[in-house]
């Protein structure tokens, strides 16, 4: 029978530790780990994850400084605001988020961000540390999908494995993470020839592209694992759900499964950041 990598599960038993390390926190400094939000423009979609990343550093004890830039800011006035919050001793974490308005370098402002608060693994700085296999904030749905990888007790080790999907912020450090895993991998994208075949040959298949049930199950390999780190209205991920119990060992659900550990990775290097600080 396929195992169900649970996040959501994950992500709630974490938050109980997670609060008991921010109470023992407050007791032995005062403080209590601060993450800074900036939102520039008015998406809806970037307003109700800022708001679930605030909810959940209220749910551990945590606190949140929610920062609205209006949709004219500039390149230099986010900078501006960025090393604001690099020099305020009292915010543990900065988390800027995607996307920002056309008019504004984002990767200049992603880089901007002091790798110390990078709990969002958003700089080149720590991609660059990361791959190297130097102490660094991870990029937080790879890291989340590490992390649930490990929980239940699946090896990477000598698997071959297919990530799909190039981003920044999940494709490119994913692969990066499985191989510092000693994993075999192979990074596809848009421009790959013969996915399907790629794909019927991997272990481990990682679905980062967000095209929705872009991947049909018969591709998969017997026995395969399968992270769908996609998501789209009606709750549909990159791959096709039905039949996944019959084809995988293992398989994350859409939704509840890559997700949840998004963002509580996110609260987890933050109250790592705080940690770190009052050592």
Not at 62 to 79: A, G, R, Y
Not at 229 to 238: I, K, L
Request: charge should be negative; aromatic fraction near 4%.
């Amino acid at each position: 029978m396929a195992k169900i990598l649970d996040g959501k599960l994950l992500a709630s038993l974490s938050e109980e530790d997670f609060k008991k390390r921010v109470a023992q926190l407050r007791k032995k400094t005062g403080s209590s780990p601060i993450l800074a939000t900036i939102l520039v423009g008015d998406d809806p979609a970037s307003a109700t994850y800022v708001k679930m990343k605030g909810n959940a550093c209220r749910r551990v004890g945590m606190d949140s400084l929610k920062v609205e830039m209006n949709q004219k800011t500039s390149t230099t006035e986010l900078l501006d605001k960025i090393d604001e919050l690099n020099n305020n001793e009292d915010v543990h974490g900065i988390l800027l988020q995607h996307p920002v308005p056309a008019q504004i370098n984002e990767r200049e402002c992603f880089d901007r961000i002091s790798v110390q608060k990078d709990v969002d693994g958003v700089t080149s700085e720590s991609f660059g540390l990361m791959t190297m296999g130097e102490k660094a904030y991870g990029s937080c749905t790879p890291y989340g999908i590490i992390r649930l990888l490990d929980h239940y007790d699946i090896s990477c080790e000598g698997l071959s494995a297919c990530v799909i999907g190039r981003s920044p912020i999940l494709g490119k450090p994913m692969s990066m993470m499985l191989l510092n895993k000693n994993t075999t991998v192979t990074v596809c994208h848009s421009r790959t020839r013969n996915l399907s075949e790629i794909v019927k040959e991997s272990d481990l298949v990682v679905a980062a592209l967000g095209q929705k049930e872009f991947i049909k199950v018969d591709w998969l390999k017997k026995d395969s694992v399968l992270v769908d780190a996609g998501f789209h209205p009606g709750g549909y991920g990159d791959v096709e759900q039905e039949g996944l119990d019959k084809v995988c060992s293992a398989y994350t659900p859409v939704p509840g499964g890559v997700g949840p550990m998004t963002i509580n990775t996110l609260i987890m290097q933050t109250l790592e950041s705080c940690e770190e600080k009052f050592k």
